[in-house]
């Protein structure tokens, strides 16, 4: 059993799984205070000084700055779409490490700094769970802003108990200056169910911008393997080894993972760069076999075919709902690892152009402001 394995079955129970992660963090939080109290005060300061050159700001919360190549695209690729629809907007990027190192003190300052033209974003993830740390920090920022335009980027909702579905709807019901945007119709229809009057639009995720922005003339190859290791991973490593196994009797077989290997991760430049590597690394195959959520925008941000295996929820599966429309030929989902053998194989010989299409930039975000403008305040 690895350190997986037992994240996985400590969070079948919410109250132990709360209480080991509070001593994870605890442990975690005392070794890098010095570096936090540094970055967490610069960060103070620049609320403060916020609206020296601007008129209005907007403040993004929840950034990325964790080692997850996924969560750190959606945050590039939102700074690019904030500074490409607001060009005379400064941006203030607020971190839950920052937020949770004086929680009250980051409250008070930003209560003296936003003014009610301000636009507050929150990142898009899967971090509507009743356990993730983002969610205590919206709850507080949303009771005290009520008179803000509040946007939360593409979410997967996941409540998976009573308690957690009770607090979801203090936190999110009928709040008439909220934006949420979610990404999968399983957690729509979720928000549907628990939070009112609130305005909810089924969105894609926003590195689907990616796709169809690069085309690559690469000599294809083999099938890359990107799969998880940790807790939402359906299939063990030994079936997916052996699934690998099965495969490399008929083609090349590579692995990679979107843990990202940068030395900091708030250095948005090295990020895009990193991202660019990437896609052309996933451009090299014919094929992308994935349990990731990301993993799949990546293949076809690259113009891969990607081949898509179930987690532990709905996440990836419904996810991969977006592209069926537009890239069928593209994509495929296999109900089990037998069949995930039998489509690759079939996915190898497909007559594809290897590239893909600007779908989700023209139809969804370049519409994006004028929704965020219909928002009551």
């Excluded at 059993?1 to 132990?16: P, T, W």
């Excluded at 990027?93 to 033209?117: C, G, L, P």
């Excluded at 000599?219 to 799969?227: A, D, S």
């Amino acid at each position: 059993m690895n350190f997986f394995d037992i994240k996985r079955l400590l969070a079948r129970n919410q109250h132990v799984f709360r209480f080991t992660k509070q001593c994870f963090n605890l442990a975690k939080q005392t070794v890098t205070y010095p570096d936090r109290k540094k970055k967490a005060y610069r960060k103070l300061q620049e609320i403060e000084q916020a609206h020296a050159s601007e008129a209005k700001v907007i403040w993004y919360c929840c950034v990325a700055i964790h080692p997850n190549l996924g969560d750190l695209a959606q945050t590039v690729c939102t700074l690019d779409w904030l500074r490409k629809n607001y060009p005379d907007t400064s941006i203030v990027e607020i971190s839950s490490r920052d937020y949770y190192f004086n929680k009250r003190k980051m409250i008070s300052i930003m209560k003296n700094a936003v003014t009610q033209n301000d636009l507050i974003v929150f990142q898009s993830g899967y971090t509507m769970t009743g356990v993730h740390e983002n969610e205590s920090m919206r709850q507080t920022i949303l009771d005290a802003f009520p008179n803000n335009r509040i946007i939360l980027l593409p979410q997967t909702i996941f409540y998976q108990t009573e308690e957690q579905k009770n607090w979801a709807v203090n936190t999110y019901k009928n709040r008439e200056n909220l934006l949420l945007l979610v990404r999968d119709r399983v957690s729509f229809n979720t928000a549907k169910e628990l939070f009112g009057t609130t305005q909810m639009v089924l969105y894609p995720d926003i590195v689907t911008t990616l796709i169809g922005m690069n085309k690559f003339q690469i000599q294809r190859e083999g099938i890359l393997f990107c799969v998880r290791d940790d807790w939402e991973r359906l299939y063990s490593e030994k079936e997916m080894s052996n699934l690998m196994f099965q495969l490399k009797k008929h083609t090349i077989i590579h692995k990679t993972d979107t843990t990202v290997h940068i030395s900091n991760t708030e250095d948005r430049e090295a990020v895009r760069l990193f991202i660019k590597k990437t896609l052309e690394e996933y451009a090299h195959y014919k094929l992308v076999v994935t349990d990731r959520y990301h993993g799949t925008i990546f293949a076809l941000a690259a113009g891969t075919p990607v081949l898509i295996l179930k987690t532990t929820d709905h996440k990836v599966i419904t996810g991969a709902e977006w592209f069926e429309p537009c890239m069928s030929d593209y994509i495929s989902v296999a109900e089990n690892l037998e069949m995930a053998e039998t489509l690759a194989l079939e996915m190898m010989t497909r007559p594809v152009e290897y590239k893909g299409v600007s779908f989700f930039q023209e139809k969804y975000y370049d519409r994006l402001k004028a929704l965020i403008e219909e928002v009551k305040v």
